[in-house]
């Protein structure tokens, strides 16, 4: 009987010293892993605003420029039904609040192949602010992936549709229609560019060779020289007209000019005016219609009187001789 306690007892305290390793060994895995998630890190919260979040989850790493110094806590909508985005709240490392500042920026990268997402801070300026406890991060909105393929499919049609168009102008060039079809396909298009180069070919010849009007122009060097003393006198004549110098520059610059035209062709307009009105001599000649017969018939008579006189001086001129 004493024996069979004894081993009872005996086994007892081999399991509780099984089940006290047991806890330990648990109670250490729990706090390597603890330390290597940073469990009983100090840390604080920040906050973003994302107009989306493309599959971000609530336990999702936090990186600061790739290295991992938290996660997320929570994903929701704020308070503010006026607000049209996501507020996403993070749990990081204090240690290293200095390191993100206001000039910061967070964005949602995406973890290998799988497509898991996570957060990516980049480094702050020293010369900005540090962020405090509760502060909101600038957010980045992500790339949507749907919107790029949905631009990819309508890429592909555009490029569908473009090579539909480029067969068919193909065929059409195959078949030797349209303009382009006919170069393609006639070979007197072929033998008339052939002409064409032999003609400019003999030209370039003649021209090297001095033959001809245009060669001369081309080869003379009278011409340039010519040319060259034209521009020179065009440019005396500017300068000369620009200073006010001779007949021209005088005309140019001298504002008199302008005012004696301008007094002259008043004077004008004032002697038109009164012609006008029938003024003056020459405006009773203008408008007095007697006036104008009596001048008529007077110069007529005139006329006649002359003619008389030619053909009978004697009738109005006696000659006596002593």
């Known amino acids: 009987m004493k024996k069979t306690v004894h081993w009872m007892h005996s086994y007892e305290l081999k399991v509780g010293f099984l089940i006290l390793v047991g806890i330990l060994f648990l109670a250490g895995m729990i706090l390597s892993i603890g330390k290597h998630q940073g ?8 906050r973003v605003l994302m107009d989306r979040v493309s599959g971000l989850q609530v336990g999702a790493p936090v990186r600061l420029a790739g290295l991992g110094v938290g996660k997320v806590i929570s994903i929701e909508f704020p308070k ?15 240690k290293i609040q200095q390191r993100i500042r206001k000039d910061s920026v967070a964005h949602i990268g995406t973890l290998g192949l799988l497509g898991d997402k996570f957060v990516n801070i980049t480094l702050g300026s020293f010369d900005q602010p540090v962020l405090q406890p509760g502060d909101y991060l600038q957010g980045s909105t992500p790339i949507d992936i749907e919107e790029i393929i949905e631009e990819g ?20 060039i195959n078949r030797g229609e349209g303009t382009i079809g006919m170069m393609v396909n006639d070979p ?3 033998f008339k560019l052939d002409e064409i180069l032999a003609l400019t070919r003999r030209l370039a010849v003649k021209i090297e060779s001095g033959e001809g009007t245009v060669a001369k122009l ?23 007209l620009q200073k006010g110098e001779g007949t021209l520059g005088k005309m140019v610059r001298d504002t008199t000019l302008y005012t004696n035209l301008t007094g002259l062709v008043g004077m004008i307009s004032s002697i038109s005016e009164r012609i006008e009105r029938g003024q003056g001599t020459a405006g009773k000649l203008a408008k007095d219609e007697e006036l104008y017969q009596d001048l008529r018939r007077t110069i007529g008579d005139l006329d006649e009187l002359i003619r008389d006189i030619k053909e009978n001086p004697k009738r109005y001129f006696k000659l006596k001789i002593f």
Not at 39 to 46: C, I, T, V
Not at 80 to 94: A, F, H, R, S, Y
Not at 153 to 169: C, F, H, Y
């Open 39 to 46: 469990m009983f890190r100090k840390r604080y919260e920040l």
């Open 80 to 94: 503010g039904m006026e607000e049209k985005q996501v507020e996403i709240t993070l749990k990081i490392d204090q």
């Open 153 to 172: 499919v309508k890429v592909l049609e555009d490029l569908k549709a473009i090579s539909k168009t480029s067969r068919e102008i193909a065929e059409k």
């Open 188 to 190: 007197t298009i072929y």
């Open 218 to 240: 081309f080869n003379d060097p009278e011409i340039y020289k010519n040319l060259n003393r034209l521009l020179v006198s065009v440019g005396s004549l500017s300068d000369n």
